[in-house]
């Protein structure tokens, strides 16, 4: 008996023996691993392999921060795919790659920005970063601008992948402020002439203007035509039923047809004159002036603000006139021109 329980002993330290062994050699060889290698993760990203990371729970964090920013008028970030990581070991001298991994995926990505443009009649004037500021852009050109001209501001929402070329508010409101500006004086000066007119009008009648056969840079004014119709005279025209030669041009159409003002202006004349009968005249910038005449019915006044294309009296046969017709006179600088050197060409 005793000479197995010696046995048993025996071997119980021989096992514990190989056992320290093992696990000395285990911390060895660990510490000399450890002091040649580090751990790290070596980093895939769209099939391009971008070399090691040291921590990837700290670049996943840095890649949702990313994704998550909305600074900037940045709406969504998009990323195709995730880098993946592989555990390795690697050799202590061997420098991680950390921002060239974060660049990278900030390179590929899609970023959709967000922001507001403002337009005047109908185009874009700026860019800016808030709702807000463009509301409150609007409110405050309205309050300065509105009662004297129309202020044809309108905000809209614009998603793009280009980077925004946003203004701050005070630069927004500078530049269409002056541009306000701009118009409200040419307003101000064009009523000013508006009334001037109207007492030559008023007191001289309209069939003043002498007449130009040449064709006359108007400008930068565009004209629309007043009704369709037939031409039934031309400009020039002599004939029995007039004083002088025809400084207009006579359009056919029926009795009560809305005439169209050719653009933009102010309403200088609206009353009667024996040959002109019902007449209405416009100025309008670049001293050009139109008349139209022998109307049925006036819808305007004098000194009334109008826009291109507004019906401002019907087609008519009042005064010196034979039938149904809207006699239309373009004048520059007080001299009749050839309507038909610029509309029913
Ligand atoms: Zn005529």
């Given at each position: 008996m005793k000479a197995i329980f010696r046995g048993i002993k025996h071997y119980t330290k021989l096992l514990f023996k190989l056992a320290f062994i093992i696990i000395l050699g285990v911390i060895i060889i660990s510490i000399g691993l450890l002091i040649k290698y580090k751990p790290a993760f070596e980093v895939t990203f769209l099939e391009e392999n971008l070399g090691y990371v040291s921590n990837k729970y700290e670049v996943e964090e840095e890649i949702n921060n990313y994704v998550d920013n909305k600074e900037n008028c940045i709406a969504d970030v998009e990323l195709s795919e995730r880098p993946q990581y592989n555990f390795k070991l690697i050799s202590n001298s061997e420098q991680t790659n950390e921002e060239g991994v974060l660049s990278k995926v900030a390179d590929t990505a899609i970023v959709t920005y967000r922001m507001f443009a403002i337009k005047l009649n109908g185009e874009v004037r700026d860019y800016v970063e808030s709702l807000e500021e463009a509301e409150e852009l609007v409110a405050s050109m309205q309050k300065e601008y509105g009662e004297e001209i129309n202020v044809d501001l309108t905000i809209e929402e614009v998603y793009t992948k280009e980077i925004p070329e946003v203004v701050a508010i005070e630069t927004a409101k500078a530049e269409i402020g002056e541009e306000l500006g701009v118009k409200l004086q040419q307003k101000l000066e064009l009523k000013e002439e508006a009334l001037a007119f109207t007492k030559v009008y008023t007191s001289r009648g309209a069939n003043v203007s002498r007449m130009s056969k040449s064709v006359v840079d108007l400008g930068d004014i565009d004209l629309i035509e007043p009704v369709k119709g037939t031409i039934s005279s031309r400009f020039g025209a002599i004939s029995s039923i007039r004083p002088s030669a025809h400084k207009g041009l006579d359009i056919a159409t029926a009795n009560g047809t809305g005439i169209k003002v050719v653009a933009d202006g102010i309403v200088t004349f609206a009353g009667w004159d024996k040959?002109?009968?019902?007449y209405v005249m416009v100025l309008h910038k670049n001293g050009i002036e139109t008349c139209y005449a022998h109307c049925s019915k006036l819808y305007v006044e004098a000194g009334e603000e109008v826009k291109q294309g507004d019906i401002i009296a019907a087609v008519g046969s009042t005064g010196n006139s034979t039938g149904n017709h809207l006699h239309l006179e373009i004048r520059k600088d007080g001299v009749a021109l050839n309507p038909l050197h610029y509309l029913y060409k």
């Open positions: 040959y002109y009968g019902n």
